[in-house]
């Protein structure tokens, strides 16, 4: 192992807080209950008492998704909006291949980006 120990970098670990809610009552007072066959998260709600399992994929709501997605039509990079908002650029690749209308107006070849 090298250890590197020259200046000391300060970096911002960007750290993905998954905040958990119940579905149901949208309660943050819940207690992780095992994982499904798929390796779904499940949950136990103390407030309302939901058994459920909770969707990774829907981290985001569809507003911010529309958000993200007009900030790629403004010809923002991908790796721009990973920064900005925090949301993996596949993840937003996905996004964009899921709404046809979401694609960028025409990119001129060749420009634009450091090389
Ligand atoms: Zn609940």
Same mark, same amino acid.
């Given at each position: 192992m090298i250890k590197l120990s020259l200046t000391p970098v300060r970096r911002e670990m960007i750290k993905e807080i =998954? /905040?958990? &809610?119940?579905?149901? !009552?949208? @309660?943050?007072? /819940?207690? =992780?209950?095992?994982?499904?066959? =798929?390796?779904?998260? =499940?949950? &136990? !709600?103390?407030? !309302?008492?939901?058994?459920?399992? /909770?969707?990774?994929?829907?981290?985001? @709501?569809?507003?911010?998704?529309?958000? /993200?997605?007009?900030?790629?039509q403004e010809r923002a990079s991908l790796r721009g909006i990973e920064r900005v908002f925090g949301v993996a650029r596949q993840t937003v690749a996905a996004w964009i291949k899921k709404s046809p209308g979401a694609a960028p107006l025409e990119r001129l070849p060749g420009g634009g980006g450091a090389r």
């Amino acid at each position: 192992m090298i250890k590197l120990s020259l200046t000391p970098v300060r970096r911002e670990m960007i750290k993905e807080i =998954k /905040i958990q &809610h119940c579905t149901k !009552c949208g @309660s943050t007072n /819940i207690v =992780k209950n095992g994982t499904t066959q =798929k390796g779904k998260q =499940k949950f &136990h !709600c103390k407030d !309302c008492g939901a058994y459920a399992t /909770i969707e990774p994929s829907e981290r985001y @709501s569809e507003g911010q998704q529309e958000l /993200i997605l007009r900030v790629y039509q403004e010809r923002a990079s991908l790796r721009g909006i990973e920064r900005v908002f925090g949301v993996a650029r596949q993840t937003v690749a996905a996004w964009i291949k899921k709404s046809p209308g979401a694609a960028p107006l025409e990119r001129l070849p060749g420009g634009g980006g450091a090389r």
